[in-house]
């Protein structure tokens, strides 16, 4: 680690790639008296500035808040989703967690689902389009309801706040080698699932979620656990098993009703 006051020189490889059909590579760049005190982000900003004086394209990376909450921001750094520090976005990651002359290399996800846009941002809209097949509740319009007039049990409400911590940045996707976007979905199932207000869908909602997730191109969870390891929420696979149990009650409940209606399913 540096010690406050000292800067920083680096050399990144960059993935470069212009368009989502484009041939991809990497591209070299020195990364010169960078503050300890930087997120990463800033610093790509300073190589940036550096590449716009020379006239040249500057590196394509996605962001919003900075704060470590929009899920926007999202590049793997020498191999993990996000880089070294456990629990840390991108974008809150700082400077100080490198060494002094590291060689860095950075890529965008890499998964079938998430298309290279440009160098490092990949279009995420499948992880919208799961959202869109299911994650809403039936609630009437109007005034605000009371509070306190669904009683939430407090065990539950803690679960559900876990759950609904994720912000979709897909760093579950980028390190699974299967490229699943299981805890994603467990985490966006559960966090309604879990509460009074998104019982009436429960059923409808995992069996579309999952789903529209098949059809998106995820592969398939094999518990290797790089998902929980890399999310910078601290999502826990247990959540997995909770929608995968939620996947399964509704498959029989829904083949009970075909059954019972007349139909063949």
Known sequence: MTTNGKTLNLTLHVWRQKHRDAEGRFVTYQARDISPDMSFLEMLDVVNEGLILKGEDPIAFDYDCREGICGQCGVVINGNPHGP?????????????????????LEPWRATAFPVVRDLIVDRGAFDRIIAAGGFITAPTGNAPDGNAVLVPKPESDLAMDAAACIGC???????????????VAAKVSHLGLLPQGQPE????????????????????????????VCPKQIRL???????????????RQRAESKGSGGTG
């Open 85 to 105: 520090r456990r629990a840390t976005t991108a974008c809150q990651l700082h400077m100080r967690s490198f060494e002094d002359g590291a060689e860095l290399t």
């Open 202 to 229: 429960r059923d409808r909602r995992v069996l579309a979620m999952v789903e529209q997730m098949d059809r998106e191109g995820f592969g398939a969870c094999s518990n290797h656990g790089e998902c929980e390891a």
């Open 238 to 252: 247990e959540f997995i098993a909770r929608m995968n149990r939620d996947y399964l009650r509704a498959s029989l």
């Open 170 to 184: 897909g760093a579950c996707v980028a390190a699974c080698p299967n490229a699943s976007a299981m805890l994603y």
